[in-house]
C-alpha cells in the first residue's frame, strides 16, 4: 500500500522554526510549502522539476495512505476527475463512502481506495492539496501537486504519445475557510458498525 505524505516547507531549518515560535510565543513561520512526499511539485516557482508521480493501471484498485504532516493545517486533498472510497481514518475503519474530496488534519491518516478508469484516458492528472483556514492569522496559502499517470497499455496507440503532451486536468478544491463541505464530510464519518 502506497502511502503519501503531505507536510510543510521551510527554506530554513525546522527546528529553528519551532524554537522561534516558543520564543515569541506566536505562531509559526509561513512554510515556503506543502510538499507531497518530499516534493513541493509544479506549482512552486523553485520545483518543476521535483514533482512526485503516481503510476497507476487501468482498472486497477489501489488503496493509499495519506498522512497530513503539516504542523498546524488541515488540507483539502483531491484528485482530478476521480472518486476517493474513504475507508479509514486514523487507524479506525470507518463505513466507506466515496468523495471528490478528502479533509485531512493535522497528523491524520487517511486511507482511501481509488479505482483507476477502465480505458487509458489519454491524460495525466493533478492530485492537490490546499489548506483549509477558518481563523485569523498567517499561513501559507498555496497549492501542492503531484501527478497522477496511467501506464500506457502495451500494443496501443497511445504507446507513442509522449506523457508531456497528454492534457493535465486540474482538480476544483473547496474554498480555503469552505466550512459546509468541512461538516458535510465530518458528517459522513461513521463507524463500521452504526446502521
Known amino acids: ?24 510565543g506566536g505562531g509559526l513561520n509561513v512554510s515556503n510549502a506543502y510538499p507531497i512526499n518530499g516534493f513541493p511539485g509544479p506549482l512552486y516557482n523553485c520545483s518543476t522539476k521535483d514533482t512526485f508521480k503516481l503510476k497507476v493501471k487501468t482498472g486497477k484498485l489501489y ?38 474530496t478528502i479533509l485531512i488534519a493535522p497528523v491524520q491518516t487517511t486511507n482511501v ?13 493533478f492530485m492537490s492539496a490546499t489548506p483549509f483556514v477558518t481563523g485569523q492569522g498567517t499561513f501559507d496559502n498555496s497549492t ?11 500494443h496501443s496507440l497511445h504507446s507513442t504519445t509522449s506523457i508531456k503532451k497528454l492534457s493535465l486536468f486540474k482538480p476544483i478544491l473547496p474554498a480555503l475557510n469552505d466550512t459546509s463541505f468541512t461538516t458535510n464530510f465530518a458528517n459522513k464519518l461513521h463507524s463500521l458498525a452504526s446502521s
Do not use: C
Not at 530554513?12 to 515560535?21: H, L, Y
Not at 497530513?68 to 475507508?87: G, K, R
Open 113 to 125: 481506495l481509488l479505482k483507476a478508469k477502465s480505458h487509458y484516458p489519454n491524460a495525466t492528472f
Open 1 to 24: 500500500m502506497p502511502h503519501k505524505e503531505h507536510g510543510e516547507w521551510w527554506n530554513a531549518n525546522p527546528k529553528a522554526v519551532i524554537t522561534q515560535a516558543l520564543l515569541t
Open 144 to 154: 501542492v501537486a503531484g501527478i497522477l499517470e496511467y501506464e500506457v497499455p502495451p
Open 63 to 100: 488503496l493509499l495512505r495519506w498522512i497530513n504532516t503539516a504542523l498546524n493545517d488541515e488540507l483539502f486533498f483531491s484528485i482530478t476527475n476521480h472518486t476517493l472510497t474513504v475507508v479509514d481514518v486514523d487507524a479506525i475503519y470507518v463505513k466507506p463512502f466515496d468523495t471528490d
